[in-house]
């Protein structure tokens, strides 16, 4: 029988990191270790991070809903299902059955990452793909908000080390000085081809946004997330205006059933979505999010929800499930100082598996490094 519990861990950031929710040390992550009772020392391991300011279910109750979801897991009595979609099936009606919310989107996220990694022998191999097997995921760069100084390092930095994908917050600063970065970048790196992608994670006024995006368009963006807070009225206006494509994130937030995406994306007809198991209903949540897009030719890319190691590593595999189309959010695997030694590595601009590197859990489970120890 299936048996599961969490653990609480503090990831620290290795930086100042500033967002348009404000300054960030450290994030909480509760990491779900599930194993067969036949043989516990056999675990899959999926991580919930919900993000504060963001994720509906995030708050002082938290860890009481995941505890409380655990123990009606456990309860069931379930027996290890054989094949992958079979295993999401079978959680999709648990969840349904057992009246876990989707808005539980994290919770969700975490228990399919376990069951699916137990599935594969407890190896952390979710989805047994091309990823695992040497195909790197192209993604992004993400330039953090800071100083004008601060942020033409960043952007100096990653474009020495081989992005040519480069997302950049903005909303958080003087737009004139964000309008400064973007001209230092279109002018020093000007034969070079720059993927420019902006997220205003919805900093801009409804009656200034169009203003601002057209005054952006000088700088050949490729994009801009969330432009408005979500929710607004004005945001049709705003896709069918706008002269920079408009991709949504936070708009898709508490959006569950299929009808509901369907109406949503048919009505504001965004150029691309921004998807995160972690915010948006899990794997499942994303995996129809991503059909009903494609049915609406709409694009997508999925993008970290700040999560360490484990839960990136899951995503990557998610991601590599459906052909490549353009460089994704995956390039968060050093922004902790504690984060989990793996098989990831973020080079020019690519997210690669390297196989003969090996996981370290022992921050997460001190008695793995204990029984090593007197393994040797």
């Not at 999401?88 to 994290?106: D, Y």
Request: with cysteine; charged share 25%; glycine share 8%.
């Amino acid at each position: 029988m299936l048996q599961a519990s969490s653990h609480r861990y503090v990831l620290k950031f290795s930086f100042a990191a500033r967002t348009s929710r404000g300054p960030m040390t450290e994030k909480i992550a509760w990491f779900i270790r599930l194993w067969d009772d036949s043989n516990p020392k056999n675990y899959g391991l999926g991580e919930c991070g919900p993000l504060p300011g963001l994720s509906p279910e995030y708050g002082n109750q938290f860890e009481n809903h995941l505890n409380e979801a655990l123990s009606v897991f456990n309860k069931r009595n379930l027996l290890l299902p054989a094949g992958n979609n079979s295993a999401l099936l079978k959680l999709n009606s648990f969840f349904q059955q057992e009246e876990i919310s989707r808005t539980h989107s994290s919770i969700i996220f975490g228990i399919e990452t376990a069951l699916l990694d137990l599935m594969q022998g407890g190896q952390r191999l979710i989805f047994k793909n091309k990823f695992i097997e040497k195909q790197s995921i192209p993604i992004n760069g993400l330039v953090w908000m800071g100083g004008l100084d601060f942020m033409l390092q960043q952007v100096e930095i990653k474009i020495r080390d081989g992005y040519r994908c480069i997302k950049l917050k903005v909303g958080g600063l003087d737009f004139e000085k964000e309008c400064d970065v973007l001209n230092y970048i279109r002018r020093k790196y000007f034969r070079e081809k720059i993927e420019l992608r902006l997220d205003a994670n919805g900093a801009f006024k409804k009656e200034e946004a169009l203003d601002k995006i057209n005054s952006l368009k000088r700088f050949d963006i490729h994009s801009i997330e969330q432009p408005i807070k979500p929710g607004q009225p004005e945001m049709e206006e705003i896709c069918a205006k706008s002269p920079i494509p408009i991709a949504l994130d936070e708009e898709l937030i508490g959006i569950h059933s299929p009808d509901e995406k369907e109406k949503l994306l048919s009505k504001l007809s965004p150029s691309f979505i921004i998807l995160k198991p972690t915010l948006h209903g899990g794997m499942l949540g994303c995996d129809e999010w991503i059909r009903i897009a494609e049915n609406l030719h709409i694009g997508w890319w999925v993008t970290s929800a700040l999560e360490s190691n484990i839960g990136l590593n899951a995503l990557a595999q998610f991601t590599s499930q459906y052909p490549p189309v353009m460089p994704h959010g995956l390039g968060t695997g050093q922004i902790y100082e504690n984060n989990f030694p793996s098989p990831l590595r973020a080079e020019k601009g690519l997210l690669h598996f390297l196989e003969d590197e090996k996981w370290d859990l022992s921050n997460l489970f001190p008695e793995e490094r204990e029984e090593e120890f007197y393994l040797k």
